[in-house]
């Protein structure tokens, strides 16, 4: 049995997230989707709301679970028991800090970190952006889960 841990901020999750948490869904035995701290970024939605959107987005799902962690991914890869990190690529612009972060945790774990790349469909889509259009008043019914959608409107009005 394979179990990946994919980690990220989600925040908000979105459709290019769901994208590759699918498509891991079908490549691996057990998905662990983990919303973590970016310390690069600022939070809009805590953890706990994260969390609960992940959960709302990806109940279709028998093999994903969902967790939040404020910690290392390391750490959390060893506590679950993970044989594999998994990020998404959207471009070769994320591929230098994403080859570094796996290039570290590979250094203090000796866990493997695997890429899989986003479909062109969805290889634009950024949580900044779902956050600036929401926040301006543009449409972004699209690009995320009917529930993230609600969540967001709630949130910025
Ligand atoms: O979706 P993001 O913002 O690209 O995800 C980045 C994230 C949360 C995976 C990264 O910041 C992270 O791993 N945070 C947890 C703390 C940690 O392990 N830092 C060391 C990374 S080498």
Redesign the pocket.
């Known amino acids: 049995m394979t179990r990946v841990l994919y ?4 925040d908000p999750v979105h459709n290019g997230h769901l994208e590759i948490i699918e498509t891991a869904a079908k490549l691996f035995d057990e998905v662990v989707v983990a919303t ?6 600022d939070g809009v939605f805590d953890l706990d709301e994260r969390e609960a959107m992940l959960q709302e987005a990806t109940e279709h799902l028998r093999n994903v679970t969902v967790r939040m962690f404020a ?4 750490d959390l890869a060893a506590e679950i028991g993970a044989d594999f990190i998994l990020k998404g690529l959207r471009a070769v612009s994320d591929f230098e800090n994403e080859l ?2 796996a290039q ?2 590979n250094a203090a774990s000796g866990i493997h970190t695997l890429f899989i790349p986003s479909a062109s469909s969805s290889s634009f889509l950024a ?1 900044k952006f779902i956050r600036d259009f929401t926040r301006f008043g543009g449409d972004i019914s699209k690009m995320v889960p009917a529930s993230v959608a609600r969540r967001m409107r709630e949130r910025y009005g």
């Open positions: 980690p990220g901020s989600f973590m701290v970016n310390t690069a970024k910690g290392l991914v390391v570094q972060m570290m945790n949580s």
